[in-house]
Protein backbone atom coordinates (compact mmCIF):
# COMPACT_ATOMS: atom_id res chain seq x y z
CA UNK A 1 0.00 0.00 0.00
CA UNK A 2 1.32 3.58 -0.28
CA UNK A 3 3.17 5.93 1.97
CA UNK A 4 6.55 7.18 2.90
CA UNK A 5 8.77 5.55 4.02
CA UNK A 6 12.33 6.60 6.00
CA UNK A 7 14.99 4.23 7.26
CA UNK A 8 16.85 4.40 9.43
CA UNK A 9 14.51 4.65 12.81
CA UNK A 10 17.70 4.96 15.06
CA UNK A 11 20.85 6.51 13.21
CA UNK A 12 23.94 6.97 14.92
CA UNK A 13 26.84 9.80 13.66
CA UNK A 14 30.00 9.75 15.16
CA UNK A 15 32.46 13.03 15.27
CA UNK A 16 33.02 13.82 11.80
CA UNK A 17 31.08 11.60 9.82
CA UNK A 18 28.69 12.13 7.09
CA UNK A 19 25.56 10.02 7.27
CA UNK A 20 22.74 9.82 4.84
CA UNK A 21 18.89 9.35 5.76
CA UNK A 22 16.26 7.79 3.37
CA UNK A 23 13.55 9.06 2.47
CA UNK A 24 11.35 7.02 -0.31
CA UNK A 25 7.47 7.54 -1.35
CA UNK A 26 5.56 5.66 -3.73
CA UNK A 27 2.38 7.97 -3.67
CA UNK A 28 3.72 9.48 -7.13
CA UNK A 29 3.45 13.02 -5.08
CA UNK A 30 5.63 15.60 -7.36
CA UNK A 31 7.20 17.78 -3.83
CA UNK A 32 9.12 16.62 -1.22
CA UNK A 33 10.41 18.25 2.46
CA UNK A 34 12.84 18.17 5.38
CA UNK A 35 12.06 19.14 8.26
CA UNK A 36 13.96 19.36 11.50
CA UNK A 37 12.05 18.87 15.39
CA UNK A 38 14.43 19.76 18.42
CA UNK A 39 12.32 19.48 21.52
CA UNK A 40 10.11 22.46 22.18
CA UNK A 41 10.21 23.79 18.79
CA UNK A 42 8.27 23.61 15.80
CA UNK A 43 9.25 21.21 12.62
CA UNK A 44 11.78 23.37 11.20
CA UNK A 45 12.39 23.37 6.82
CA UNK A 46 15.60 22.39 5.68
CA UNK A 47 15.67 21.10 2.04
CA UNK A 48 12.61 21.16 -0.04
CA UNK A 49 12.47 19.58 -3.85
CA UNK A 50 9.12 20.32 -5.93
CA UNK A 51 10.37 18.09 -9.20
CA UNK A 52 13.16 16.05 -9.60
CA UNK A 53 16.55 17.35 -10.46
CA UNK A 54 15.74 20.62 -8.74
CA UNK A 55 15.68 21.79 -4.59
CA UNK A 56 15.77 24.71 -2.64
CA UNK A 57 17.00 25.28 0.93
CA UNK A 58 15.15 25.80 3.62
CA UNK A 59 15.73 28.19 6.80
CA UNK A 60 18.12 25.72 8.38
CA UNK A 61 20.25 24.18 5.56
CA UNK A 62 23.48 24.77 6.89
CA UNK A 63 25.64 21.75 7.35
CA UNK A 64 23.05 19.32 5.12
CA UNK A 65 22.86 18.47 1.02
CA UNK A 66 19.97 16.69 -1.07
CA UNK A 67 19.41 14.94 -4.02
CA UNK A 68 16.58 14.62 -5.98
CA UNK A 69 17.66 11.67 -9.27
CA UNK A 70 14.28 10.33 -8.70
CA UNK A 71 10.52 11.39 -8.57
CA UNK A 72 10.05 8.61 -5.71
CA UNK A 73 13.50 9.66 -3.67
CA UNK A 74 14.21 12.29 -1.78
CA UNK A 75 17.44 11.60 0.33
CA UNK A 76 18.94 14.04 3.15
CA UNK A 77 22.89 14.01 4.22
CA UNK A 78 23.97 15.51 7.63
CA UNK A 79 27.41 16.19 7.39
CA UNK A 80 30.16 16.91 9.49
CA UNK A 81 29.64 20.78 9.25
CA UNK A 82 26.38 19.94 10.84
CA UNK A 83 27.57 20.53 14.17
CA UNK A 84 24.26 19.84 16.44
CA UNK A 85 22.88 17.26 14.21
CA UNK A 86 20.65 15.05 17.39
CA UNK A 87 17.30 15.87 16.36
CA UNK A 88 13.91 13.98 14.82
CA UNK A 89 14.13 13.92 11.21
CA UNK A 90 10.84 14.27 9.48
CA UNK A 91 10.27 13.04 5.79
CA UNK A 92 7.32 14.48 4.22
CA UNK A 93 5.83 14.45 0.67
CA UNK A 94 2.72 16.47 -1.64
CA UNK A 95 1.43 16.76 -4.40
CA UNK A 96 -0.91 19.62 -6.38
CA UNK A 97 -0.44 22.05 -3.18
CA UNK A 98 -2.21 19.65 -1.48
CA UNK A 99 -1.77 18.40 2.06
CA UNK A 100 1.41 17.05 3.51
CA UNK A 101 1.50 13.88 4.75
CA UNK A 102 4.85 12.48 7.22
CA UNK A 103 6.65 9.21 6.93
CA UNK A 104 7.54 8.08 10.78
CA UNK A 105 10.95 9.86 11.18
CA UNK A 106 14.75 9.20 12.04
CA UNK A 107 16.24 10.06 15.16
CA UNK A 108 19.63 11.05 14.66
CA UNK A 109 22.07 10.46 17.65
CA UNK A 110 25.27 11.89 18.26
CA UNK A 111 28.07 9.04 19.67
CA UNK B 1 9.88 36.68 9.50
CA UNK B 2 6.84 34.28 9.67
CA UNK B 3 5.12 34.15 13.70
CA UNK B 4 2.67 31.22 14.83
CA UNK B 5 2.03 31.28 18.34
CA UNK B 6 0.01 28.25 20.32
CA UNK B 7 0.05 27.40 23.62
CA UNK B 8 2.59 25.35 24.82
CA UNK B 9 0.97 22.89 27.21
CA UNK B 10 -3.26 22.55 28.13
CA UNK B 11 -5.16 19.74 29.97
CA UNK B 12 -7.89 18.85 29.47
CA UNK B 13 -10.33 16.20 31.57
CA UNK B 14 -11.75 13.02 29.59
CA UNK B 15 -14.96 13.86 28.06
CA UNK B 16 -14.87 17.12 28.01
CA UNK B 17 -13.78 20.04 25.60
CA UNK B 18 -10.75 21.66 24.65
CA UNK B 19 -9.99 24.59 22.30
CA UNK B 20 -6.17 25.04 21.24
CA UNK B 21 -5.76 28.39 19.91
CA UNK B 22 -3.36 30.01 17.14
CA UNK B 23 -2.76 33.13 15.82
CA UNK B 24 -0.55 33.60 12.53
CA UNK B 25 1.43 36.68 11.26
CA UNK B 26 3.19 35.79 8.17
CA UNK B 27 4.32 36.98 4.72
CA UNK B 28 1.89 35.05 2.37
CA UNK B 29 -1.41 32.91 3.41
CA UNK B 30 -2.97 30.29 1.15
CA UNK B 31 -4.54 27.96 4.22
CA UNK B 32 -3.91 26.47 7.84
CA UNK B 33 -3.18 22.63 8.88
CA UNK B 34 -3.91 21.61 12.06
CA UNK B 35 -1.74 18.07 12.68
CA UNK B 36 -1.78 15.51 15.54
CA UNK B 37 1.70 14.30 16.86
CA UNK B 38 1.90 11.28 19.55
CA UNK B 39 5.16 10.93 21.02
CA UNK B 40 7.83 9.76 19.47
CA UNK B 41 5.72 9.32 15.90
CA UNK B 42 5.29 11.40 12.74
CA UNK B 43 2.74 14.45 12.70
CA UNK B 44 -0.46 12.96 11.34
CA UNK B 45 -3.39 15.62 9.32
CA UNK B 46 -6.13 16.72 11.06
CA UNK B 47 -7.46 19.55 9.46
CA UNK B 48 -7.38 22.10 6.76
CA UNK B 49 -8.59 25.26 6.32
CA UNK B 50 -8.36 28.12 3.71
CA UNK B 51 -11.51 29.72 3.88
CA UNK B 52 -13.00 32.18 7.29
CA UNK B 53 -15.72 29.55 9.37
CA UNK B 54 -15.77 26.09 11.24
CA UNK B 55 -15.12 22.66 9.35
CA UNK B 56 -16.26 19.62 11.51
CA UNK B 57 -15.00 16.06 10.74
CA UNK B 58 -16.32 13.65 13.84
CA UNK B 59 -14.67 15.04 17.36
CA UNK B 60 -12.64 17.48 15.69
CA UNK B 61 -13.32 21.08 14.29
CA UNK B 62 -10.85 23.77 13.36
CA UNK B 63 -12.27 27.30 12.37
CA UNK B 64 -10.26 29.91 10.42
CA UNK B 65 -10.34 33.89 10.40
CA UNK B 66 -8.03 35.29 8.00
CA UNK B 67 -8.78 39.08 8.93
CA UNK B 68 -7.62 38.16 12.61
CA UNK B 69 -5.28 35.78 11.83
CA UNK B 70 -6.55 33.74 13.93
CA UNK B 71 -7.39 29.71 14.17
CA UNK B 72 -8.61 27.29 16.75
CA UNK B 73 -8.74 23.19 16.89
CA UNK B 74 -11.79 21.67 18.70
CA UNK B 75 -11.86 18.89 20.15
CA UNK B 76 -14.74 17.32 21.86
CA UNK B 77 -15.71 14.18 23.79
CA UNK B 78 -12.09 14.03 25.00
CA UNK B 79 -10.35 10.26 25.21
CA UNK B 80 -7.16 9.77 27.11
CA UNK B 81 -6.05 8.93 23.14
CA UNK B 82 -5.85 12.82 22.57
CA UNK B 83 -3.08 13.23 25.16
CA UNK B 84 -0.63 14.38 22.06
CA UNK B 85 1.01 17.93 20.68
CA UNK B 86 -1.28 19.58 18.10
CA UNK B 87 0.90 21.53 15.56
CA UNK B 88 -0.35 24.51 13.41
CA UNK B 89 1.13 24.69 10.26
CA UNK B 90 0.49 27.72 7.48
CA UNK B 91 1.27 27.21 3.67
CA UNK B 92 2.71 30.77 2.51
CA UNK B 93 1.44 30.09 -1.20
CA UNK B 94 -0.19 28.40 -3.65
CA UNK B 95 1.24 25.13 -5.21
CA UNK B 96 3.53 22.86 -3.64
CA UNK B 97 5.22 25.30 -0.45
CA UNK B 98 6.53 24.47 2.64
CA UNK B 99 4.56 24.97 5.56
CA UNK B 100 5.80 27.17 8.45
CA UNK B 101 4.94 25.69 11.80
CA UNK B 102 4.19 26.58 15.48
CA UNK B 103 5.83 25.05 17.98
CA UNK B 104 2.74 22.57 19.18
CA UNK B 105 0.62 22.95 22.12
CA UNK B 106 1.02 19.38 24.24
CA UNK B 107 -2.05 18.26 25.52
CA UNK B 108 -2.85 16.17 28.29
CA UNK B 109 -6.03 14.39 29.15
CA UNK B 110 -6.60 13.36 32.58
CA UNK B 111 -9.13 11.17 33.86
Known amino acids: DGGITQSPKYLFRKEGQNVTLSCEQN?????MYWYRQDPGQGLRLIYYSQIVNDFQKGDIAEGYSVSREKKESFPLTVTSAQKNPTAFYLCASSINGETQYFGPGTRLLVL | GQNIDQPTEMTATEGAIVQINCTYQ??????LFWYQQHAGEAPTFLSY????GLEEKGRFSSFLSRSKGYSYLLLKELQMKDSASYLC????????????FGKGTRLSVIA
Open chain 1, 27 to 31: LNHDA
Open chain 2, 26 to 31: TSGFNG
Open chain 2, 89 to 100: AVSLGSGNTPLV
Open chain 2, 49 to 52: NVLD
